[in-house]
């Protein structure tokens, strides 16, 4: 049984992609930002588009400056991701969206409202997914979804039936009474998921929702989420996978240190940063001789030399030729290349 689009007794859609119910509140905004016979700007229409617009936003711990004067937006209907090492700064940005954690300085607008002045109208309209497994052990999967429901003050008829939907959507039904314990890890996952959409969010927020699950289960997580996106759904995650970055994301950041390093499309910043191909060769002084006379990039990485190039076939050949070296691995570009050259370290670092 697939979710249902219709309008519920509780409010908004489920899942929460009404197109009817966006062009509303676009209007609404529309009419906030000017009178009905002036033309929006370009700059108004992006405004009202935009879920999360942060500018020049700072956070800190005493002295420790943990998110660095950052610029970013998130438009309506996208999969935007945080990328960086343990200690970066994503997780306490995400914080900051979530209304947890308050911002030093800067401004920070989540579904169009100041998260200095409306947090409780924000969090009423987020689903969050945190890192950490924290469903109700005593409960069962039905029953821990009804309990956060109260939460939200959505009509106990109406919660029932969300909580079987949402329970058929992550394919769960079967689990519908087995206790939390008895759950496997991406089963749990797929509850926690299913608890955060309970509320019809307008903006899903994802912590690290594949960690630790086998290749399986993230890959079915993985198809949960595309059909949240294919409805018209704005997801917003962080991920040390690259490849579920690269799976899922319509735009990503890459943040070190407390900054952006990179903003855009996954396979822009591999074209822009790697080229589209990585030529690996092992290394020796003669090769790196070689390369140098030859004018290529090149990083060095585990005692390999990795070249990055659009013309692999091309430089493959020199280094059999011209080089000597026999033994020659080509393979697309991906955004580990990306991270490495960005920050000279592996993103598990």
């Known amino acids: 049984m697939k979710p249902g689009k219709g309008r519920s007794s509780g409010g908004g859609f489920w899942p929460p992609s009404g197109n009817g119910e966006r062009e509303e509140r676009r209007d609404e905004q529309a009419k906030e930002c000017c009178t009905c016979t002036t033309p929006l700007t370009h700059q108004e229409e992006q405004a009202i588009s935009d879920v999360i617009v942060a500018r020049d936003l700072e956070k800190r711990f005493g002295d420790l400056i943990a998110v660095d004067h950052i610029t970013f937006r998130v438009g309506e209907g996208e999969v935007f991701g945080f990328l960086g090492p343990n200690g970066a700064g994503k997780t306490t940005t995400m914080k900051m969206i979530q209304c947890v954690s308050p911002k030093t300085s800067g401004t920070l607008e989540v579904l169009g409202m100041d998260v200095d002045t409306r947090q409780r109208e924000i969090k009423s309209r987020l689903g969050v997914v945190p890192q950490e497994t924290n469903l109700d052990p005593d409960f069962s999967a039905y029953r821990n979804l009804l309990v956060y429901a109260r939460y939200f003050g959505i009509p106990k008829r109406e919660?029932?039936?969300?909580?079987?939907?949402?329970?058929?959507?992550?394919?769960?039904?079967?689990?519908?009474?087995?206790?939390?314990?008895?759950?496997?890890?991406?089963?749990?996952?797929?509850?926690?998921?299913?608890?955060?959409?309970?509320?019809?969010?307008?903006?899903?927020?994802?912590?690290?929702?594949?960690?630790?699950?086998?290749?399986?289960?993230?890959?079915?997580?993985?198809?949960?989420?595309?059909?949240?996106?294919?409805?018209?759904?704005?997801?917003?995650?962080?991920?040390?996978?690259?490849?579920?970055?690269?799976?899922?994301?319509?735009?990503?950041?890459?943040?070190?240190?407390?900054?952006?390093?990179?903003?855009?499309?996954?396979?822009?910043?591999?074209?822009?940063?790697?080229?589209?191909d990585v030529v690996e060769v092992e290394q020796t002084p003669a090769v790196l001789v070689c390369l140098d006379g030859l004018g290529l990039d090149y990083d060095l990485a585990d005692g390999a030399i990795q070249v990055f190039t659009n013309r692999p076939h091309d430089v493959a050949r020199e280094l059999l030729e011209v080089c000597r070296h026999e033994a020659v691995t080509v393979r697309p570009a991906t955004l580990e290349d990306v991270f490495l050259r960005l920050t000279g370290r592996s993103l598990r670092e």
Request: aromatic share 2%; charged share 30%.
């Open 159 to 276: 919660a029932e039936r969300r909580a079987e939907e949402l329970l058929a959507f992550m394919q769960l039904e079967e689990k519908r009474d087995v206790v939390i314990d008895k759950l496997s890890g991406g089963m749990k996952r797929r509850l926690i998921i299913a608890r955060a959409l309970i509320n019809a969010p307008e903006l899903l927020i994802l912590d690290e929702p594949t960690i630790g699950l086998d290749p399986q289960a993230r890959h079915l997580i993985w198809e949960k989420l595309r059909s949240l996106r294919a409805e018209g759904n704005t997801l917003v995650l962080t991920t040390h996978y690259l490849d579920e970055a690269e799976r899922l994301c319509d735009r990503l950041v890459i943040m070190d240190h407390g900054k952006i390093l990179v903003e855009g499309a996954p396979a822009d910043l591999i074209r822009e940063h790697a080229g589209s």
